[in-house]
């Protein structure tokens, strides 16, 4: 594992095996690196090996809040719906980890996913499921903890946007 930091290794990961094969890899990196520290000749110091634990410490944290988030967007009926390829929501996890301030453009990205007939009542339940999924991210995650209250501000806003198209849309339909 490389200096840099753990999403940018998870990311090399999915690059290099798939990721449908991400968690196979973490496994087989934890079972390896547990196997060298309990061999007789280990191959490197014990300092060598707290870092490599930090490492595979901050790369299971994030699976296990890619794992929450990702079980939260799929089984919502509307990202089942329209969007429901698991890689697109691996990498919007992983965008907004690394560039928490594309918020909003991620946010606007995934609306324009939807079908062009979808309606407003459709896009402000796409982004409540997104932010459903961000209320479960750990701060950790993040280099500080505004980041990830600044992107949960940010689905917050696109929803009232959303709903407030979504409200007018329904009393024009009913003034008809």
Not at 78 to 107: H, Q
Request: aromatic content about 12%.
């Amino acid at each position: 594992m490389a200096e840099d930091d753990a999403v940018d290794t998870y990311v090399e990961w999915i690059g290099s095996y798939g990721y449908q094969n991400r968690m196979l890899v973490t496994k087989f990196i934890k079972e390896t690196l547990f196997s060298d520290i309990n061999a007789l000749d280990a191959s490197c110091s014990s300092l060598e090996f707290g870092m490599f634990l930090n490492k595979l410490s901050q790369l299971l944290s994030l699976q296990s809040a890619e794992a929450l988030f990702l079980k939260t967007l799929m089984n919502n009926p509307i990202i089942k719906k329209f969007i429901s390829a698991e890689d697109y929501w691996i990498f919007f996890l992983i965008s907004l980890i690394k560039f928490p301030e594309t918020a909003e453009e991620l946010l606007k990205n995934a609306l324009v996913t939807l079908p062009a007939d979808a309606n407003y009542k459709d896009k402000t339940l796409l982004l409540k499921a997104i932010y459903s999924g961000c209320t479960n991210l750990p701060f950790s995650l993040f280099i500080n903890n505004e980041q990830l209250l600044e992107i949960r501000e940010c689905c917050k806003q696109a929803i009232k946007v959303t709903f407030a198209a979504e409200l007018f849309d329904t009393q024009n339909s009913n003034k008809k």
